[in-house]
């Protein structure tokens, strides 16, 4: 269950600016729900209600051949060929609960001597399988990394073997990387023409570190297909992802510079770099768009809290105040020192929506627009609800600022420096 809660922010987002936005709201919603506009970008709006009994099959064959084989899948890939898969198995796993179950590990992440060396080293006393993604099937990080680790595997395992300890998860048709594990002979999973990275979590992107982590994939797609019809039932002006979008964008045209998304929970944090990554690489364009950050609180308000109650206001919060409840209940036990009585047999749960409410307190009146959304249920479910629900904020608010919210044409200009540097 997701719920918006705008309240904190009324004094810049009025009733006002949604009735002079409305016009806008309508045209860019209508643009979304154009499935020839922007087509190729546009798979995932009915990804979780298309029919996948074929792909699952597909997945859950290979998770369990790796299950059986390894106890260890490096999964390889950057970017939105990377940060969801993490995001989901650190929410949907979280710390201190994976004793004794199959290990995914990420890699070419990033071009790292020392990670990647540490991680060749950690995994010869284990048995190994191999994951890599790329849409495009020429990216130089997971490219580098993965021909590294195949290596690594041809040599400790026999060319054969090694192949059947490999899955490459790229365009069904084209690229180097289909090419490459065509003559192979690799197992292989698609990622459909129509989804760009970042939108492809849902995808065997995200499904097949979930499968293969023991993670029930589907409650993650049912989530995103509730949240679906969530938000076709609604009148656009009480669509909590459009309401939120919206939001953003007076703030943005305001002035304010920079959105955080805060999460109070660790296991939540991940997600908070996948939707830096769908915003920052979406909206991040034509010199315009809100830089996407991210808190991590209480932690944070020891660190950056100083500087958002403070300093300049140029900040937007986001609250994603996801309460997960599969923990049992944990209070703080009797026998403080005196002054901290009113602590005694609170449970830890009340402290931390106590805290919510009096850091957005805090920091909206400080001069800092605060937005909550209220995130309630199992962690598959609502890991899914959540996604679905920023694409649409993410997409939608791409038409309001009139930007191409599928492209990242910024990404090139690093790479063909590297590239030009590198045939040197
Ligand atoms: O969202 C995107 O499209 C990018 O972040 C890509 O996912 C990232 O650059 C990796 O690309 P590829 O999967 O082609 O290796």
Known sequence: MIQLHLEKVRKWFTEEHEKRLAPLAEFAYGELQNRDRDAFGKG???????????????????????????????????????????????????????????????AGQQLSPTYHAHLLKYLDSREVTLVVVSKSGTTLEPSAVFHTFRDYLEKRYGEAEASARICAITDAQKGSLRAYADEKKYATLPIPDDIGGRYSVLSAVGLLPMALAGVDYRKVMQGAANMRDQLAKVAITANPAVQYALARHVLYQQGFVAEALVTYEPRVADFAGWWQQLFGESQGKDGIGLYPTMLQYTTDLHSMGQYVQDSRKVLVETVLDAFIDDAPELKVPVGLDEKNRYLENVSFHKLQEVAVESVMIAHSEAGVPNIRIEAR????????????????????????????????????????????????
Not at 61 to 89: C, E, H, Q
Not at 392 to 400: E, H, Q, R
């Open 44 to 106: 995932w709006m009915s990804w979780p209600v298309d029919h996948h009994e074929s792909l699952y099959a597909d997945i859950d064959k290979i998770a369990s051949d790796f299950r059986a084989k390894s106890n260890v899948t490096v999964v390889i890939g950057i970017g939105g060929s990377y940060l969801g898969a993490r995001s989901v198995l650190s929410m949907v796993q979280p710390e201190f609960t994976r004793e004794g179950k199959h290990e995914v590990i990420f």
């Open 377 to 424: 249920g199992d962690a598959e479910s609502l890991y899914g609800e959540l996604v679905y629900f920023f694409e649409v904020a993410c997409a939608f608010g791409g038409y309001l600022l009139g930007i191409n919210a599928f492209d990242q044409p910024g990404v090139e200009a690093y790479k063909s420096e590297m590239r030009a540097r590198l045939q040197k």
